[in-house]
């Protein structure tokens, strides 16, 4: 597991060194979106409309929206010098009954491992929160957020789990439609009701409940590959070298191979000007990658590779 915090657990004057993991994961199967013509992942630019162009990382800033149109803005030494003294300390404020708390206000939760001088003192919380079948109300800052937390056991493990502050709940009231709770009912619907119930109820055991969906939606594109359905998108041009040294080999690889003449990297003719050039028309089938076919110019070395590159080499005349 990937450590995603390190800190203490404040118990009191004792100090618990611990480390936390994400307890949970989504198990959803993802979708690209990708451009129905050619199957080539889409990208999301962030674009300033003012300027009209794509913006870098380094030049975006947070702004809060105070009335519309007009933002206070807010820097990272903003943030700092209101960041809580608990950024690396889970703080036990009570210690409460879990029964006391409604499951609505249960967010994220992470496992917590001790640190390797807090195995003793993990074993003695962990044991007293068993004995006494309390679990603790605590404050953690993670992510220069400051959040509401419970400490609790899961098996033989304490566990933290984020929970909502109250106003972060929306009141029942708000909820439109809702029958009155004093509307009248017939007594043999609710005793057949209650039967039902009582009849259906059992001991809760997670692992006979499966995502019936996502099996079969994972059988369904097992199947596409099986059948070979599989749609693929064109190489994504390479913008700049990873490997200088491997670049240079291949370069001096092919000068060799073509009697010592230099090469020269030319950007490829957009498919409008190709088709122009060669007065031919692209074709496209289902089960081939879409590419564009570039007429070979005398004295030109063949190309290598996938057809969809956007540099091509080409001998220069010496």
Known sequence: MHTVWKGSISFGLVNIPVRMFTATEERDIRFRQLHKDCNTPIKYAKMCPHCEREIEPSEIVRGYEYEKGHFVII?????????????????ILDFVDLTEIDPIYFDKSYFLSPQETGDKAYALLRAAMEQTGKIAIAQVTMRNRQSLAVVRLYEHCIMLETIYYPDEVRPVHQVPALPDTGIALAENELKMATELINNMSVPFDPSKYTDEYRSELQAMIEKKLEGQEIATSPAVPRTNVIDLMQALKESLEVTASNGGAPIKLEAEPTPEKAQQKTGRKRTATNTKEASTPIKQAAGESPASGSTTKTLRRKKTTV
Do not use: G, V, Y
Not at 75 to 91: F, K, N, V
């Open 75 to 91: 820097d990272d030494a903003d943030l700092e010098a209101i960041t809580p003294e608990t950024r690396r300390a889970i703080e």
